[in-house]
């Protein structure tokens, strides 16, 4: 089994000495750190780290970190990079004051994406959708949740969870399918949506199954969307496949998302954007943990969810990028939280546990990603040598990730 030896390291960040599944409250501020260490790395796991005084003298390879910095690979937990091509002429659209709402009633949004990706083959997706990938993994992200959903057929929806497991099968990454035939109704269904979700159901579910596509079923609850009552329906029949629940829920509107997520055991519900204190007082004694987006609020141009109380009300939050061709063309974590921090007034400690240990969370990694601890996968970032993650998070026009590494080999 080979060795790899990290050298000369800054500081390590996210270390984690007892087992826990996720940080809530006053804990999202707390970061555990090492400073003047090493990591060894044996195989694809960590092995061991410590003070720079007991560094080991041999490795199969040896990397020095020049007084660069080492944190857990980022946990992206929801993303959509599956996509035909993007949505740039929205983008202008809305520059010139129309409305995401308008677009997609114009035929924009996500029915445009379906459309598209309906005439693209898988080989094409695959392609684009690895650049897309490889991009991310760039930026230090080792594990990331890929939803389908714009496909809308059954053909096509079948068709991305296939792009999404080649993507598994030749990835270093560690990869999450979710099933998202529940993103919208499809134009052709517009006067009978009842037969959509029946299609959704009866025929696509099985089949999705029937392959081991996905771990996961998404429902979009949201006004103008899929209603609680639809969700709930759509959500057990899931289960019965074995497939966990995660929502789409609360961006638009107070829906009732969030409360029929946790009534369906949900992993996470994501966006978030409208809540209230009831929301908030649900998912307190609940299993569910609440996933923000402060990317997609920065690009839409609409408030953030709120974070910030959400912390201070002593939940944990996991942040991810929602990563997507409409409301949220970009991976880049770091950037993301620059948002998070100077949009929802979080802590860049806040924001480092909401992509990494929570986020591992959110996809139900956080045993084997998340953080620095020996036994756990070696995804590791090293950074440039800079001061602090503080600064990291301060400087977000910069270029701080110096090597990346998934299960302990260079990528």
């Keep these: 089994m080979s060795s790899t030896l990290i050298k000369n390291i800054k500081t390590i960040y996210g270390i984690q000495t007892q087992p826990f599944p996720f940080k809530k409250g006053t804990a999202m501020s707390v970061v555990e750190t090492l400073s003047d260490a090493y990591l060894l790395?044996?195989?694809?796991k960590i092995k061991s780290f410590g003070p720079?005084?007991?560094?080991?003298?041999?490795?199969?390879?040896?990397?020095?970190?020049?007084?660069?910095?080492v944190m857990p690979a980022w946990?992206?937990?929801?993303?959509?990079?599956?996509?035909?091509?993007?949505?740039?002429?929205?983008?202008?659209?809305?520059?010139?004051?129309?409305?995401?709402?308008?677009?997609?009633?114009?035929?924009?949004?996500?029915?445009?994406?379906?459309?598209?990706?309906?005439?693209?083959?898988?080989?094409?997706?695959?392609?684009?959708?690895?650049?897309?990938?490889?991009?991310?993994?760039?930026?230090?992200?080792?594990?990331?949740?890929?939803?389908?959903?714009y496909g809308l057929t059954t053909e096509s929806e079948l068709k991305m969870l296939k792009v999404i497991r080649k993507l598994k099968e030749t990835s270093s990454a560690t990869i999450k399918a979710t099933f998202?035939?529940?993103?919208?109704?499809?134009?052709?269904?517009?006067?009978?949506?009842?037969?959509y979700i029946k299609r959704i159901i009866e025929e696509m579910l099985p089949q999705v199954a029937d392959e081991g596509l996905a771990d996961y079923c998404d429902v979009?609850?949201?006004?103008?969307?899929?209603?609680?009552?639809?969700?709930?329906?759509?959500?057990k029949a899931a289960a019965q496949y074995g497939l966990k629940a995660k929502i789409h829920a609360n961006e638009l509107a107070i829906s009732g998302g969030v409360q029929v997520g946790i009534a369906n055991n949900a992993i996470s519900v994501d966006h978030l954007e409208a809540i209230g204190e009831e929301e908030i007082n649900a998912l307190l004694p609940s299993n569910t943990i609440p996933t923000v987006l402060p990317s997609c609020s920065f690009f839409l141009n609409i408030h953030d969810a709120p974070a910030r109380k959400m912390i201070?009300?002593?939940?944990?939050?996991?942040?991810?990028?929602?990563?997507?061709?409409?409301?949220?063309?970009?991976?880049?974590?770091?950037?993301?939280?620059?948002?998070?921090?100077?949009?929802?007034?979080?802590?860049?400690?806040?924001?480092?546990?909401?992509?990494?240990?929570?986020?591992?969370?959110?996809m139900e990694l956080s045993e084997s990603l998340g953080s620095i601890a020996p036994g756990k996968l070696a995804n590791i970032i090293i950074t440039n040598p800079i001061p602090s993650l503080d600064y990291m998070v301060y400087a977000f026009g910069s270029q701080h990730i110096n090597k990346v590494l998934l299960k302990g080999k260079m990528v």
């Design 41 to 44: 790395i044996e195989g694809e």
């Design 52 to 69: 720079i005084g007991l560094t080991p003298e041999r490795a199969d390879l040896i990397i020095d970190a020049q007084g660069g910095l």
């Design 75 to 149: 946990c992206d937990s929801h993303t959509h990079i599956v996509y035909a091509q993007g949505r740039e002429g929205e983008y202008v659209e809305r520059l010139k004051g129309v409305s995401y709402a308008q677009i997609a009633l114009n035929g924009g949004g996500i029915l445009n994406s379906a459309s598209r990706l309906q005439a693209k083959s898988e080989d094409d997706l695959y392609l684009s959708a690895k650049a897309r990938l490889d991009e991310v993994i760039g930026y230090g992200t080792g594990a990331i949740e890929i939803k389908s959903g």
């Design 180 to 195: 998202l035939g529940a993103h919208a109704i499809p134009t052709v269904y517009k006067n009978d949506r009842q037969s």
């Design 220 to 235: 979009f609850c949201d006004t103008g969307f899929f209603t609680v009552e639809e969700t709930d329906k759509i959500l």
């Design 312 to 362: 201070d009300s002593g939940l944990g939050i996991a942040i991810a990028t929602d990563y997507n061709p409409g409301s949220s063309p970009s991976g880049n974590i770091p950037l993301l939280m620059a948002f998070a921090c100077n949009n929802m007034r979080l802590l860049p400690n806040e924001a480092f546990n909401g992509v990494t240990i929570n986020g591992a969370h959110a």
